[in-house]
T-cell receptor
Framework: AQKITQTQPGMFVQEKEAVTLDCTYDTSDPSYGLFWYKQPSSGEMIFLIY??????QNATEGRYSLNFQKARKSANLVIYASHLGVSAMYFC???????????????FGGGTRLMVKP | DVKVTQSSRYLVKRTGEKVFLECVQDMDHENMFWYRQDPGLGLRLIYFSYDVKMKEKGDIPEGYSVSREKKERFSLILESASTNQTSMYLCASGPPSGDTQYFGPGTRLTVL
Protein backbone atom coordinates (compact mmCIF):
# COMPACT_ATOMS: atom_id res chain seq x y z
CA ALA A 1 0.00 0.00 0.00
CA GLN A 2 1.18 3.46 -0.75
CA LYS A 3 2.03 5.82 2.06
CA ILE A 4 2.93 9.47 2.45
CA THR A 5 4.79 10.71 5.52
CA GLN A 6 5.24 14.29 6.67
CA THR A 7 7.36 14.23 9.80
CA GLN A 8 7.02 17.90 10.78
CA PRO A 9 3.64 18.64 12.36
CA GLY A 10 4.61 22.30 12.83
CA MET A 11 7.40 24.63 11.75
CA PHE A 12 8.40 28.25 12.16
CA VAL A 13 10.27 30.33 9.61
CA GLN A 14 11.45 33.92 9.73
CA GLU A 15 9.94 36.26 7.19
CA LYS A 16 11.98 36.54 3.97
CA GLU A 17 13.82 33.29 4.69
CA ALA A 18 13.51 29.95 2.88
CA VAL A 19 12.07 26.83 4.46
CA THR A 20 11.95 23.14 3.50
CA LEU A 21 8.94 20.97 4.30
CA ASP A 22 9.70 17.27 4.31
CA CYS A 23 7.75 14.56 2.50
CA THR A 24 8.65 10.93 1.98
CA TYR A 25 6.61 8.38 0.11
CA ASP A 26 6.44 4.68 -0.44
CA THR A 27 5.28 2.97 -3.60
CA SER A 28 6.28 -0.09 -5.55
CA ASP A 29 5.32 1.36 -8.92
CA PRO A 30 7.83 3.27 -11.06
CA SER A 31 5.15 5.61 -12.42
CA TYR A 32 3.51 8.02 -9.99
CA GLY A 33 2.85 11.69 -9.36
CA LEU A 34 3.59 13.89 -6.36
CA PHE A 35 1.65 16.98 -5.31
CA TRP A 36 1.82 19.75 -2.76
CA TYR A 37 -1.25 21.63 -1.58
CA LYS A 38 -1.58 24.67 0.67
CA GLN A 39 -4.51 25.04 3.04
CA PRO A 40 -4.87 28.49 4.63
CA SER A 41 -7.11 29.10 7.62
CA SER A 42 -10.05 29.63 5.26
CA GLY A 43 -9.99 25.87 4.63
CA GLU A 44 -9.67 25.74 0.86
CA MET A 45 -7.02 23.40 -0.57
CA ILE A 46 -4.85 25.26 -3.07
CA PHE A 47 -2.80 23.29 -5.58
CA LEU A 48 0.84 24.43 -5.55
CA ILE A 49 3.06 22.14 -7.55
CA TYR A 50 3.24 18.76 -9.30
CA UNK A 51 6.15 16.39 -10.01
CA UNK A 52 5.88 13.31 -12.21
CA UNK A 53 8.12 10.38 -11.37
CA UNK A 54 9.72 10.46 -14.82
CA UNK A 55 10.31 14.21 -14.86
CA UNK A 56 14.02 14.89 -15.13
CA GLN A 57 13.97 18.32 -13.57
CA ASN A 58 12.62 19.48 -10.24
CA ALA A 59 9.30 21.25 -10.58
CA THR A 60 9.18 24.95 -9.76
CA GLU A 61 6.26 27.33 -9.50
CA GLY A 62 6.92 30.88 -8.37
CA ARG A 63 8.34 30.82 -4.85
CA TYR A 64 7.79 27.05 -4.60
CA SER A 65 10.23 24.35 -5.65
CA LEU A 66 9.94 20.61 -5.27
CA ASN A 67 13.20 18.90 -4.32
CA PHE A 68 12.63 15.49 -5.87
CA GLN A 69 15.06 12.76 -4.81
CA LYS A 70 13.74 9.59 -6.38
CA ALA A 71 16.25 7.15 -4.90
CA ARG A 72 15.46 8.41 -1.42
CA LYS A 73 11.72 8.57 -2.18
CA SER A 74 11.49 12.11 -0.97
CA ALA A 75 9.64 15.10 -2.42
CA ASN A 76 10.40 18.03 -0.17
CA LEU A 77 8.81 21.42 -0.77
CA VAL A 78 11.08 24.45 -0.65
CA ILE A 79 9.43 27.84 -0.10
CA TYR A 80 11.62 30.85 -0.87
CA ALA A 81 11.31 34.35 0.55
CA SER A 82 8.57 33.51 3.02
CA HIS A 83 6.04 36.21 3.84
CA LEU A 84 3.19 36.27 6.30
CA GLY A 85 0.75 35.01 3.67
CA VAL A 86 2.70 31.77 3.44
CA SER A 87 1.49 30.71 6.89
CA ALA A 88 -0.79 27.72 6.34
CA MET A 89 -1.07 23.95 6.47
CA TYR A 90 0.84 22.18 3.72
CA PHE A 91 -0.03 18.74 2.46
CA CYS A 92 2.02 16.37 0.34
CA UNK A 93 0.09 13.84 -1.77
CA UNK A 94 0.81 11.04 -4.20
CA UNK A 95 -1.06 9.62 -7.16
CA UNK A 96 -0.37 5.97 -7.79
CA UNK A 97 -1.41 4.66 -11.23
CA UNK A 98 -1.82 1.16 -9.88
CA UNK A 99 -4.69 2.22 -7.62
CA UNK A 100 -8.06 0.86 -8.62
CA UNK A 101 -9.55 3.89 -10.30
CA UNK A 102 -7.50 4.44 -13.44
CA UNK A 103 -4.85 6.04 -11.35
CA UNK A 104 -6.42 9.25 -10.15
CA UNK A 105 -6.79 8.67 -6.44
CA UNK A 106 -4.56 10.78 -4.22
CA UNK A 107 -3.18 9.71 -0.86
CA PHE A 108 -2.33 12.57 1.49
CA GLY A 109 0.20 13.00 4.25
CA GLY A 110 -0.77 14.30 7.68
CA GLY A 111 0.28 17.84 6.89
CA THR A 112 2.73 20.42 8.24
CA ARG A 113 1.61 23.67 9.81
CA LEU A 114 3.97 26.44 8.74
CA MET A 115 4.05 29.66 10.70
CA VAL A 116 5.93 32.72 9.44
CA LYS A 117 7.39 35.03 12.07
CA PRO A 118 7.55 38.74 11.24
CA ASP B 1 -10.29 29.50 -13.49
CA VAL B 2 -11.56 26.18 -12.22
CA LYS B 3 -14.35 26.59 -9.76
CA VAL B 4 -15.54 23.95 -7.32
CA THR B 5 -18.36 25.00 -5.04
CA GLN B 6 -19.91 23.31 -2.05
CA SER B 7 -23.43 23.97 -0.86
CA SER B 8 -22.57 25.02 2.69
CA ARG B 9 -19.49 26.26 4.55
CA TYR B 10 -20.91 25.32 7.95
CA LEU B 11 -23.60 22.80 8.84
CA VAL B 12 -24.98 21.62 12.16
CA LYS B 13 -27.13 18.50 12.30
CA ARG B 14 -28.47 16.16 14.92
CA THR B 15 -27.66 12.49 15.37
CA GLY B 16 -29.81 10.33 13.11
CA GLU B 17 -30.59 13.04 10.57
CA LYS B 18 -30.04 12.48 6.87
CA VAL B 19 -27.45 14.91 5.54
CA PHE B 20 -26.74 15.95 1.94
CA LEU B 21 -23.51 17.67 0.98
CA GLU B 22 -23.51 19.01 -2.57
CA CYS B 23 -20.54 19.74 -4.79
CA VAL B 24 -20.58 21.39 -8.21
CA GLN B 25 -17.68 21.94 -10.62
CA ASP B 26 -17.65 24.03 -13.77
CA MET B 27 -14.71 22.53 -15.67
CA ASP B 28 -16.37 19.49 -17.21
CA HIS B 29 -14.07 17.20 -15.22
CA GLU B 30 -14.72 13.50 -15.35
CA ASN B 31 -13.32 12.79 -11.90
CA MET B 32 -14.86 13.99 -8.66
CA PHE B 33 -13.90 13.14 -5.09
CA TRP B 34 -15.13 13.46 -1.52
CA TYR B 35 -12.61 13.63 1.35
CA ARG B 36 -12.91 14.20 5.04
CA GLN B 37 -10.22 16.00 6.97
CA ASP B 38 -9.50 15.44 10.64
CA PRO B 39 -6.64 16.87 12.72
CA GLY B 40 -3.51 14.74 12.49
CA LEU B 41 -5.03 12.40 9.90
CA GLY B 42 -4.73 14.58 6.81
CA LEU B 43 -7.29 14.02 4.07
CA ARG B 44 -8.92 10.63 3.68
CA LEU B 45 -10.86 9.63 0.60
CA ILE B 46 -14.47 8.63 1.18
CA TYR B 47 -15.74 8.04 -2.37
CA PHE B 48 -14.87 9.09 -5.87
CA SER B 49 -16.54 9.05 -9.25
CA TYR B 50 -14.94 8.86 -12.69
CA ASP B 51 -18.12 9.29 -14.71
CA VAL B 52 -21.82 9.95 -14.38
CA LYS B 53 -23.51 7.24 -12.31
CA MET B 54 -20.11 5.62 -11.64
CA LYS B 55 -18.71 5.50 -8.14
CA GLU B 56 -15.94 3.74 -6.27
CA LYS B 57 -15.26 3.40 -2.57
CA GLY B 58 -12.27 5.17 -1.13
CA ASP B 59 -10.51 4.44 2.13
CA ILE B 60 -13.36 5.19 4.55
CA PRO B 61 -16.76 4.69 2.84
CA GLU B 62 -18.60 3.29 5.85
CA GLY B 63 -21.58 5.41 6.85
CA TYR B 64 -21.60 7.35 3.57
CA SER B 65 -23.10 7.06 0.12
CA VAL B 66 -22.76 9.20 -2.99
CA SER B 67 -24.73 10.18 -6.05
CA ARG B 68 -23.60 11.45 -9.44
CA GLU B 69 -26.56 11.98 -11.73
CA LYS B 70 -24.96 14.82 -13.70
CA LYS B 71 -21.33 15.29 -14.65
CA GLU B 72 -20.94 18.58 -12.80
CA ARG B 73 -22.53 17.51 -9.52
CA PHE B 74 -21.36 14.99 -6.92
CA SER B 75 -23.34 14.56 -3.72
CA LEU B 76 -22.26 13.00 -0.45
CA ILE B 77 -25.01 11.51 1.69
CA LEU B 78 -24.95 10.62 5.35
CA GLU B 79 -27.97 8.34 5.73
CA SER B 80 -28.04 8.65 9.53
CA ALA B 81 -25.54 11.14 10.87
CA SER B 82 -23.47 10.20 13.89
CA THR B 83 -21.23 12.28 16.12
CA ASN B 84 -18.09 10.61 14.75
CA GLN B 85 -18.92 12.11 11.36
CA THR B 86 -18.26 15.59 12.70
CA SER B 87 -15.48 16.74 10.39
CA MET B 88 -14.41 18.99 7.54
CA TYR B 89 -15.62 17.63 4.19
CA LEU B 90 -13.78 18.57 1.03
CA CYS B 91 -14.88 17.98 -2.52
CA ALA B 92 -12.46 17.92 -5.46
CA SER B 93 -12.60 17.49 -9.20
CA GLY B 94 -9.95 16.73 -11.79
CA PRO B 95 -9.27 15.69 -15.37
CA PRO B 96 -8.73 12.06 -16.42
CA SER B 97 -4.98 12.70 -16.69
CA GLY B 98 -4.88 12.82 -12.91
CA ASP B 99 -2.18 15.47 -12.81
CA THR B 100 -4.13 17.61 -10.41
CA GLN B 101 -7.26 17.91 -8.33
CA TYR B 102 -9.05 21.18 -7.63
CA PHE B 103 -10.74 21.55 -4.29
CA GLY B 104 -13.83 23.32 -3.07
CA PRO B 105 -13.84 25.53 0.05
CA GLY B 106 -14.98 22.72 2.34
CA THR B 107 -18.00 22.12 4.56
CA ARG B 108 -17.46 21.97 8.28
CA LEU B 109 -20.13 19.57 9.57
CA THR B 110 -20.97 19.27 13.25
CA VAL B 111 -23.23 16.43 14.37
CA LEU B 112 -24.73 16.94 17.82
Amino acid sequence: AQKITQTQPGMFVQEKEAVTLDCTYDTSDPSYGLFWYKQPSSGEMIFLIYQGSYDQQNATEGRYSLNFQKARKSANLVIYASHLGVSAMYFCAMRDPTSNNAGNMLTFGGGTRLMVKP
Amino acid sequence: DVKVTQSSRYLVKRTGEKVFLECVQDMDHENMFWYRQDPGLGLRLIYFSYDVKMKEKGDIPEGYSVSREKKERFSLILESASTNQTSMYLCASGPPSGDTQYFGPGTRLTVL
